[in-house]
């Protein structure tokens, strides 16, 4: 179905496997337009709860954007790369309703950290490599990169890393808040299909208006408290708030059905 992309869906998580091995599974036309796909597969198949993002073999997950597709770009050429990428992918992968969680399996480079940053949360084999290095190239990040870095580790430190290009390893990343865990190469699918699994057993709609307000606050929404107060309240007509709160007074196990 997919030249650039491998997916298998199991037990409700779709793994998306970025597979182009011999270039480091590198971004180029062809992965972002089949990664919009799949982001709508995501959106809209209902045997789908939540996908996990990786890479093919164990030396990268996205080692960086496919740089010979760049040179014959002008200022226009170069925005609406960005945008379109932004607009199908990244963007779409930030606000997706069900839980998109990156498993970093070696180096995350420019536009895989950016693809990475775009996902709910992030897991690191401990090999993983991080870095926004455009800089080097006479570039910025253009997928989203200078914000989203920003909002995860804070401006001091996001600054130094995009002004000197400099890498930082799984541990350093984790301290920092970039990523959430750091595991094994071997056991880095299991740890994250592990709290996907968990995941699933929560009121699918109360995870969707969760994503929403946790996005809301990364981005300094100003509506972000009226926006938190107006989703509680609809939580309110669901009947997994009903089963949720009703399983909790009868001392049993909840079972969402997501309505």
């Known amino acids: 179905m997919y030249q650039t992309l491998l997916t298998d869906l199991q037990d409700g998580t779709l793994v998306v496997t970025i597979n ?7 971004l180029n036309k062809d992965v972002i337009e089949e990664l919009g796909k799949v982001v709508d597969e995501i959106y809209n198949n209902p045997e789908i709860k939540s996908a996990i993002l990786t890479g ?10 496919d740089i010979s597709e760049f040179i014959s770009l002008d200022a226009a050429g170069g925005a609406a790369l960005a945008k379109k990428g932004q607009d199908n992918v990244f963007d779409k992968i930030e606000n997706s309703p069900k839980p998109i969680v990156a498993a970093v399996n070696g180096f995350a480079l420019g536009g895989g950290c950016e693809l ?17 290095p455009e800089v080097n190239l006479g570039l910025i990040p253009g997928y989203g990169g ?26 350093e990343a984790k301290a920092l808040g970039l990523v959430n865990h750091v595991a094994p190469l071997a056991e880095l699918l299991g740890k994250t299909k592990e709290i996907l699994q968990k995941i699933h057993t929560k009121a699918p709609v109360a995870v969707a208006k969760v994503i929403a307000c946790v996005n809301d606050a990364a981005k300094g929404e100003k509506d972000g408290f009226a926006n938190e107060i107006k989703r509680f309240g609809e939580c309110f007509t669901t009947e997994d708030m009903k089963e949720g709160t009703g399983a909790f007074l009868e001392k049993r196990k909840a079972i969402f059905k997501g309505k």
């Not at 182009?20 to 590198?26: S, Y």
């Not at 093919?56 to 954007?65: H, I, L, Q, T």
């Open 20 to 26: 182009r091995p011999d270039k480091l599974n590198a």
């Open 116 to 132: 990475a940053m775009s996902c709910h949360f992030r897991l690191a084999s401990e090999n993983a490599k991080f870095g926004q």
């Open 56 to 65: 093919a073999g164990e030396k990268a997950f996205v080692a960086g954007a």
């Open 146 to 171: 200078t914000q989203r870095l920003t909002q995860l580790i804070g401006k001091g430190k996001s600054m130094e890393l995009m002004m000197t290009a400099d890498m930082i390893g799984a541990d």
